[in-house]
């Protein structure tokens, strides 16, 4: 691959002068695009690159001009993304990939988009990391992570997909090496690192999403797939291990995990970790995503399921990926699917969530601490007693927004809060506790109340057509809705008897680029 550097915005004005005959990108907009420049007589690569960029700018304005564009989660600079990807901690950025489709705002051929952070709150796009090498037989660049060797090389492992192949059929791992700082990558000459022939005669369809993951010493990775694709299913989840430091050489060990359920008919995105002292499973099955939480036992290379659950009730979230970061904690991305198409951009990744296991051993999840450092001003209400009258609550004049609620619920048979704004076509957003249920508009998730003091605790994230609830840090909802105006009002009432908000807090929330 060719020399490629990457700057900036700012350090493009200091440097501009030093490009001379180099191919600039630098697109002026909401969002500040870093700039790839490509030395002349660059390989292909880089002209897949410059193409594909090219066609993000281009579309930028109109994506970025559109006012349902979330503005504290992250999206590419325009187009269509998909499944988070390769979430590492590197060198002190939490680094990011996404799949990408730089031509249009609907599905297409994938490439790999990529920002970082340095605080979680903060992000920074930077030049798209993968491309298909056309002239390697390669169509797509989809979903994978990103490691470090044995030999501290940067690795992305992906699945790579042939042209006029179909993926069902047809697949092969790929992997790409990075520079130091991930930003530049270039495919490995040992490609492809894991294909077929592996399996021996057994045939796995849908085979893809590699994911490493490391223990006692020794490096694994599991795919996605099904079995039996003719009949309907069999989702399995595959395990490898490396037979060396430099991760090119792999054994197939078998099926770690078949999915339960006749109704799954592939396991997409597979991601397998310990959290404390469980083994956790990420399956994405065409349908909501469910998690596994067991055993594995790394003689046989099998994991035993305890227990599972669905790790978002909405319907717009699905291909988590996680980063397990240097203090240990693991944090998790979805995709944020079920956007219009027509403006430029669609899709973002959800909000960082923070994983844990409750003393009773179940999954929790939390909005990432870090994202309190984009809250803006406060505003702070205590005590509300809900009756069935309502109590209206002027909200910071903003549509993105997050809210606290601590509500006790006493006797109350049900609370209601309700969202609502001028703006003609914005359907109100509702969330309802009642009897051991949550509701957030159309979607009801279960979610009992343990002991005798009832209380819901609610952080709402309201991201212009992005919403995001968390329930006492264990039910999760993502939901696309009507973009509200950005002169919002919060109502609470109570039914059936007295409930207190004992506190109810609300910040606009600010840009994260
Ligand atoms: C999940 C998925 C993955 C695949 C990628 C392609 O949304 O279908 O299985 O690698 O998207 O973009």
Redesign the pocket.
């Known amino acids: 691959m060719g020399v490629a550097h990457y700057f900036a915005p700012w350090q493009h004005l200091r440097h501009s002068d030093q490009m001379n005959g180099l191919f600039r990108y630098f697109a002026p907009g909401l969002v500040a695009l870093p700039l790839v420049t490509v030395l002349a007589g660059a390989e292909p690569a880089n002209e897949a690159i410059g193409r594909a960029t090219a066609a993000i700018q281009a579309a930028a304005p109109r994506a970025q001009s559109d006012p349902a564009r979330p503005i504290f989660h992250v999206t590419a600079p325009a187009q269509w993304i ?2 988070p990807n390769g979430p590492i901690y590197y060198k002190g950025f939490y680094h990011l990939f996404y ?1 990408l489709h730089p031509f249009s705002d609907q ?1 297409g051929p ?1 490439y790999w988009g990529h920002v970082r952070s340095r605080d979680l709150a903060k992000w920074e796009p930077l030049p798209i990391a993968l491309w298909p090498s056309s002239e390697a037989g390669e169509a797509e660049v ?2 994978g992570c990103c490691t470090i060797n044995g030999q501290g090389e940067p690795m992305i492992f992906y ?1 790579s997909i042939a042209p006029g192949k179909s993926a069902q059929t047809h697949a092969e791992q790929w992997a790409a090496i990075g520079d130091d700082d991930l930003i530049t990558w270039r495919k490995s000459a040992a490609n492809p690192m894991l294909s077929e022939s592996l399996h021996g005669g057994k045939k796995i369809y849908d085979w ?2 590699p994911f490493i993951f490391r223990h006692q010493k020794r490096t694994f990775m599991v795919t ?1 797939g099904n079995l039996n694709a003719a009949k309907g299913g069999q989702a399995v989840v595959n395990i490898y291990e490396a037979e060396n430091a430099g991760l090119t050489q792999w054994k197939y060990r078998g099926v770690l995990f078949t999915l339960p359920d006749a109704a799954a008919r592939t396991a ?2 597979p991601n397998f970790f310990k959290l404390g002292d469980q083994w956790v499973l990420f399956v ?1 099955p065409y349908g909501k995503v469910q998690y596994f939480l067991g055993d594995f036992d790394a003689k046989t290379c099998r994991f035993e399921a305890r227990t599972r659950g669905l790790l978002d009730c909405g319907p717009n979230f ?2 988590p990926n996680t980063m397990q970061v240097p203090d240990g904690r693991r944090l998790v991305w979805g ?1 944020v699917t079920g956007f219009p198409g027509g403006h430029g951009w669609n899709g973002c990744l959800s909000l960082p969530r923070e994983l844990s296991l409750s003393r009773e051993g179940q999954l929790r999840q939390a909005p990432a601490p870090q994202l309190s450092k984009l809250r803006g001003r406060r505003l702070e209400w205590k005590n509300i007693r809900l009756e069935s009258g309502s109590e209206t609550l002027v909200l910071p004049g903003t549509n993105a927004l997050e809210i606290h609620a601590d509500i006790d619920l006493k006797m109350a048979e049900s609370v209601v809060l309700e969202f609502k704004s001028g703006a003609s076509n914005a359907r109100p957003v509702e969330v309802k506790y009642s009897g051991t249920e949550l509701r957030v508009l159309d979607v009801a998730a279960s979610l009992p109340l343990s002991g005798s003091v009832r209380k819901l605790t609610l952080r709402i994230f309201l991201d212009r057509s992005v919403l995001e609830v968390f329930a006492n840090d264990t039910v999760c909802i993502t939901k696309h809705i009507s973009t509200l105006d950005a002169s919002a009002i919060l109502t609470i009432h109570a039914q059936g008897s007295t409930a207190i908000a004992k506190l109810v807090q609300a910040w606009p929330m600010k840009a994260i680029w």
């Open positions: 998909n499944d799949q599905s994938k989809w979903s699945t893809r999403d996605g997409e995105c994405s699905y291909a995709w």
